[in-house]
């Protein structure tokens, strides 16, 4: 699913970067591309940062 439409994002993407050491949504825009146009998906962005960062802290 696209995360970020004006930069053609998806949400895989945004979780790829996460597992490679992304915490932030400028880490993740730095990274992607995503967030750095006009901002509407920074709080989905947010919400994948967290989810994919609570699965991470659970398997370990």
């Not at 992607?32 to 370990?60: D, F, K, M, P, Y």
């Amino acid at each position: 699913m696209y995360v970020c439409l004006c930069a053609g994002v998806t949400s895989q993407q945004v979780i790829d970067a996460v597992a490679a050491g992304a915490s932030t949504t400028k880490q993740i825009g730095e990274r992607t591309g995503a967030g750095t146009v006009c901002g509407r998906c920074r709080n989905n962005i947010r919400a994948l940062i967290a989810a994919t960062s609570q699965e991470t802290a659970t398997v370990t």
